[in-house]
């Protein structure tokens, strides 16, 4: 058995997993700082940690040296410098791996979808993303999947690293920003719809990218599935050369694919 921990901008999930099924999960909130961040993580870990545990696996935010486990200037989390793999190890004493959230997701439903070739999008505070390749991550040189930054909008609104990217459009703050409220808050059809649009544009050319055999979203905006998912696959439909089947994944899947890490 192993525990997978998916640290969020919102909320911190851990789950205890054994042969991809996810035994026992624990949800805080992540908190507001850094201090807030690192205990709760702890605190979920604590809870379902006992001798039977082999390992943890942790979905954080990036950039990060995820091998080191020490993070970057993470744009959504206080976190920078901060070595969650020293910090949890120092506390539980068992083999700690690490790598990005969004990668966790994508693994995650890989292994629940039994599909090699997976591309997704996480939509929440900001917009992340993975990429399986033949039933593995790709990582690049180690931040490789980071999706939300990829440009839709060569001349567009700028939020966070790149102006005009999937993120600036289709995130949490961008969808506040432009229309007043958070999604969950959001009740516009038409705004839905151009959310749906804006995101199609960015599914597509990772559709024409990578040729997966799926293409799946999560994060906390995909609740809202169903109220963009006509203007996402009617954008999607307009510029792939082939069509990919595009799914909501399962909330839990950034603990299942943390787990999936070893």
Same mark, same amino acid.
């Given at each position: 058995?192993?525990?997978?921990?998916?640290?969020?901008?919102?909320? #911190?999930?851990?789950?205890?997993?054994?042969?991809?099924?996810?035994?026992?999960?624990?949800?805080?909130?992540?908190?507001?700082?850094?201090?807030?961040?690192?205990?709760?993580?702890?605190?979920?870990?604590?809870?379902?940690?006992?001798?039977?545990?082999?390992?943890?696996?942790?979905?954080?935010? !990036?950039?990060?040296?995820?091998?080191? !486990?020490?993070?970057?200037?993470?744009?959504?989390?206080?976190?920078?410098?901060?070595?969650?793999?020293?910090?949890?190890?120092?506390?539980? *004493? %068992?083999?700690?791996?690490?790598?990005?959230?969004?990668?966790?997701?994508?693994?995650?439903?890989?292994?629940?979808?039994?599909?090699?070739?997976? /591309?997704?999008?996480?939509?929440?505070?900001?917009?992340? !993303? !993975?990429?399986?390749?033949?039933?593995?991550?790709? *990582?690049?040189?180690?931040?490789?999947?980071?999706?939300?930054?990829?440009? #839709?909008?060569?001349?567009?609104?700028?939020?966070?690293?790149?102006?005009?990217?999937?993120?600036?459009?289709?995130?949490?703050?961008?969808?506040?920003?432009?229309?007043?409220?958070?999604?969950?808050?959001?009740?516009?059809?038409?705004?839905?719809?151009? #959310?749906?649009?804006?995101?199609?544009?960015?599914?597509?050319?990772?559709?024409?990218?990578?040729?997966?055999?799926?293409?799946?979203?999560?994060?906390?905006?995909?609740?809202?599935?169903?109220?963009?998912?006509?203007?996402?696959?009617?954008?999607?439909? %307009?510029?792939?050369? *082939?069509?990919?089947?595009? /799914?909501?994944?399962?909330?839990?899947?950034?603990?299942?694919?943390?787990?999936?890490?070893?």
């Amino acid at each position: 058995m192993k525990i997978g921990v998916d640290i969020g901008g919102t909320e #911190i999930k851990a789950g205890i997993v054994s042969n991809n099924k996810i035994l026992r999960k624990i949800v805080v909130k992540t908190g507001s700082n850094k201090k807030e961040i690192i205990k709760n993580m702890l605190d979920c870990v604590e809870v379902l940690f006992d001798k039977k545990i082999e390992g943890i696996g942790i979905g954080s935010p !990036g950039p990060a040296d995820y091998s080191k !486990g020490v993070l970057g200037d993470t744009p959504n989390m206080p976190l920078k410098g901060v070595n969650l793999k020293k910090i949890v190890f120092n506390k539980f *004493r %068992k083999k700690v791996v690490m790598d990005n959230d969004a990668n966790c997701f994508v693994l995650g439903e890989a292994a629940r979808l039994k599909k090699k070739n997976v /591309v997704g999008l996480t939509l929440g505070t900001g917009v992340g !993303g !993975g990429i399986v390749i033949n039933g593995e991550l790709y *990582r690049g040189r180690g931040n490789a999947g980071e999706l939300g930054h990829c440009t #839709i909008k060569f001349d567009g609104k700028k939020l966070g690293f790149n102006q005009g990217s999937l993120e600036s459009y289709v995130s949490a703050k961008a969808i506040k920003r432009d229309y007043g409220k958070g999604p969950l808050d959001l009740k516009s059809s038409k705004a839905w719809k151009e #959310i749906g649009e804006k995101l199609g544009v960015g599914v597509a050319n990772l559709i024409n990218s990578f040729d997966p055999d799926v293409v799946v979203i999560g994060g906390g905006i995909a609740k809202g599935f169903s109220k963009f998912k006509a203007g996402m696959n009617k954008e999607i439909m %307009k510029r792939v050369v *082939r069509k990919v089947p595009v /799914v909501k994944g399962k909330e839990d899947s950034g603990i299942l694919g943390a787990a999936c890490l070893f």
